[in-house]
């Protein structure tokens, strides 16, 4: 585990529209199947997005981001290094709707390329 930044930021979760879905209705996210056999959900800063939706979404048009404050997290929140893709956020636990907010679909243009909702300007923070 890496130490966190010493400055809150933005990190950000892709859902599925369906994982999303079923958070509303129970008022909990529990992440993907993915994140619930890993022990974690799975999340990214800002400059890890595209990547992460390249390498685990290519194609993918039901998807959702959702973006939650690194600080308002506290303690479950880890920063793992991945062996050969860097530093990535991971929570520990069951994210409650009240952390998160969704900026919008994420959606594919004419060439199948992820069109993603604004995150909003980069933060200038290194891990």
Known sequence: ?????R???????IATTADWRQA??????HGSALCR??????????AQVPATL????????????????SAALGAALHW????????FPHYYGVLELAQLRVLGAIT?????RHRLPDLGPAPEVSL
């Open 80 to 87: 793992d290094e991945v062996p050969g893709a860097g530093t």
């Open 1 to 5: 585990m890496t130490q966190a930044p």
């Open 54 to 69: 390249a390498r685990f979404f290519e194609g993918r048009d039901d998807l959702v981001l959702i973006t939650a404050d």
């Open 108 to 112: 594919l243009d004419a060439d199948g």
């Open 37 to 46: 056999a890993g022990g974690f959900i799975h999340m990214s800063t800002h």
């Open 24 to 29: 509303e209705a129970e008022g909990r996210y």
């Open 7 to 13: 400055v809150a930021l933005p990190i950000y979760h």
